[in-house]
Nanobody, 126 residues
Framework: QVQLVESGGGLVQPGGSLRLSCAASDRTFRSSVMGWFRQAPGKEREFVAAIRWSGGNTYFANSVKGRFTISKDNAKNSVYLQMNSLKPEDTAVYYC???????????????????WGQGTQVTVSS
Protein backbone atom coordinates (compact mmCIF):
# COMPACT_ATOMS: atom_id res chain seq x y z
CA GLN A 1 0.00 0.00 0.00
CA VAL A 2 1.58 3.25 -1.12
CA GLN A 3 1.72 6.09 1.36
CA LEU A 4 1.62 9.77 0.53
CA VAL A 5 3.53 12.05 2.88
CA GLU A 6 2.90 15.79 2.91
CA SER A 7 5.16 18.45 4.35
CA GLY A 8 5.60 22.21 4.25
CA GLY A 9 2.60 23.51 6.14
CA GLY A 10 2.80 26.17 8.80
CA LEU A 11 1.77 29.64 9.92
CA VAL A 12 2.09 32.52 7.46
CA GLN A 13 0.86 36.09 7.34
CA PRO A 14 -1.70 37.21 4.77
CA GLY A 15 0.01 37.86 1.46
CA GLY A 16 2.75 35.38 2.24
CA SER A 17 3.75 32.15 0.53
CA LEU A 18 4.15 28.49 1.39
CA ARG A 19 5.23 25.45 -0.60
CA LEU A 20 3.70 22.09 0.17
CA SER A 21 5.36 18.84 -0.85
CA CYS A 22 3.91 15.38 -1.30
CA ALA A 23 6.06 12.29 -1.77
CA ALA A 24 4.94 8.75 -2.51
CA SER A 25 6.60 6.11 -0.33
CA ASP A 26 6.96 3.78 -3.30
CA ARG A 27 9.10 5.36 -6.00
CA THR A 28 7.67 2.95 -8.57
CA PHE A 29 4.14 4.13 -7.85
CA ARG A 30 2.51 5.88 -10.75
CA SER A 31 -0.88 7.49 -10.66
CA SER A 32 -2.84 9.11 -13.45
CA VAL A 33 -3.52 12.27 -11.45
CA MET A 34 -2.11 13.81 -8.30
CA GLY A 35 -4.29 16.29 -6.49
CA TRP A 36 -4.42 18.63 -3.55
CA PHE A 37 -7.53 19.09 -1.43
CA ARG A 38 -8.15 21.12 1.69
CA GLN A 39 -10.55 21.03 4.60
CA ALA A 40 -11.32 23.97 6.86
CA PRO A 41 -12.95 23.47 10.27
CA GLY A 42 -16.63 22.72 9.92
CA LYS A 43 -16.44 22.47 6.13
CA GLU A 44 -16.26 19.66 3.62
CA ARG A 45 -13.01 18.70 1.98
CA GLU A 46 -12.67 20.62 -1.28
CA PHE A 47 -10.61 20.36 -4.44
CA VAL A 48 -7.70 22.77 -4.77
CA ALA A 49 -5.51 21.66 -7.68
CA ALA A 50 -4.47 18.64 -9.72
CA ILE A 51 -1.82 17.61 -12.21
CA ARG A 52 -1.79 14.77 -14.71
CA TRP A 53 1.26 12.59 -14.21
CA SER A 54 1.57 12.08 -17.95
CA GLY A 55 1.68 15.35 -19.81
CA GLY A 56 1.64 17.61 -16.78
CA ASN A 57 -1.70 19.33 -17.46
CA THR A 58 -2.79 21.32 -14.43
CA TYR A 59 -6.18 22.28 -13.02
CA PHE A 60 -7.19 24.67 -10.27
CA ALA A 61 -10.21 25.61 -8.24
CA ASN A 62 -11.44 29.10 -9.08
CA SER A 63 -10.67 30.25 -5.55
CA VAL A 64 -6.92 29.66 -5.99
CA LYS A 65 -6.45 30.29 -9.69
CA GLY A 66 -3.66 32.78 -10.32
CA ARG A 67 -2.26 32.37 -6.79
CA PHE A 68 -1.39 28.66 -6.54
CA THR A 69 0.68 26.51 -8.87
CA ILE A 70 1.13 22.75 -8.90
CA SER A 71 4.17 20.92 -10.21
CA LYS A 72 5.77 17.48 -10.14
CA ASP A 73 9.16 15.86 -10.04
CA ASN A 74 9.12 12.53 -11.83
CA ALA A 75 12.48 11.45 -10.47
CA LYS A 76 11.40 12.02 -6.89
CA ASN A 77 7.82 10.87 -7.47
CA SER A 78 6.74 14.05 -5.76
CA VAL A 79 4.17 16.77 -6.27
CA TYR A 80 4.34 20.33 -5.02
CA LEU A 81 1.79 23.06 -4.32
CA GLN A 82 3.21 26.58 -4.39
CA MET A 83 0.82 28.93 -2.63
CA ASN A 84 1.29 32.68 -3.07
CA SER A 85 -0.74 35.69 -1.96
CA LEU A 86 -2.25 33.62 0.80
CA LYS A 87 -5.48 34.75 2.42
CA PRO A 88 -7.02 33.90 5.79
CA GLU A 89 -9.67 31.89 3.96
CA ASP A 90 -6.92 29.57 2.69
CA THR A 91 -6.51 28.32 6.26
CA ALA A 92 -7.17 24.57 6.27
CA VAL A 93 -5.62 21.15 6.49
CA TYR A 94 -4.20 20.38 3.05
CA TYR A 95 -4.23 16.81 1.74
CA CYS A 96 -2.35 15.22 -1.09
CA UNK A 97 -4.24 12.58 -3.07
CA UNK A 98 -3.59 10.17 -5.92
CA UNK A 99 -5.99 8.80 -8.50
CA UNK A 100 -5.14 5.55 -10.24
CA UNK A 101 -7.77 5.40 -12.99
CA UNK A 102 -7.42 7.35 -16.17
CA UNK A 103 -10.21 9.79 -17.00
CA UNK A 104 -10.82 12.25 -19.80
CA UNK A 105 -11.86 15.01 -17.44
CA UNK A 106 -10.20 15.90 -14.16
CA UNK A 107 -11.96 14.43 -11.16
CA UNK A 108 -12.50 16.97 -8.41
CA UNK A 109 -14.52 14.96 -5.91
CA UNK A 110 -12.79 13.16 -3.05
CA UNK A 111 -14.32 9.82 -4.01
CA UNK A 112 -12.34 9.77 -7.22
CA UNK A 113 -9.00 9.45 -5.44
CA UNK A 114 -7.58 6.20 -4.11
CA UNK A 115 -4.73 7.27 -1.86
CA TRP A 116 -4.50 10.09 0.66
CA GLY A 117 -1.83 11.69 2.78
CA GLN A 118 -2.24 12.48 6.45
CA GLY A 119 -2.66 16.21 5.86
CA THR A 120 -0.62 19.28 6.76
CA GLN A 121 -1.98 22.36 8.51
CA VAL A 122 -1.79 25.72 6.77
CA THR A 123 -2.75 28.75 8.86
CA VAL A 124 -2.90 32.23 7.36
CA SER A 125 -3.13 34.83 10.08
CA SER A 126 -1.58 38.09 11.19
Amino acid sequence: QVQLVESGGGLVQPGGSLRLSCAASDRTFRSSVMGWFRQAPGKEREFVAAIRWSGGNTYFANSVKGRFTISKDNAKNSVYLQMNSLKPEDTAVYYCAARSKMSITIVTNTGGYDYWGQGTQVTVSS
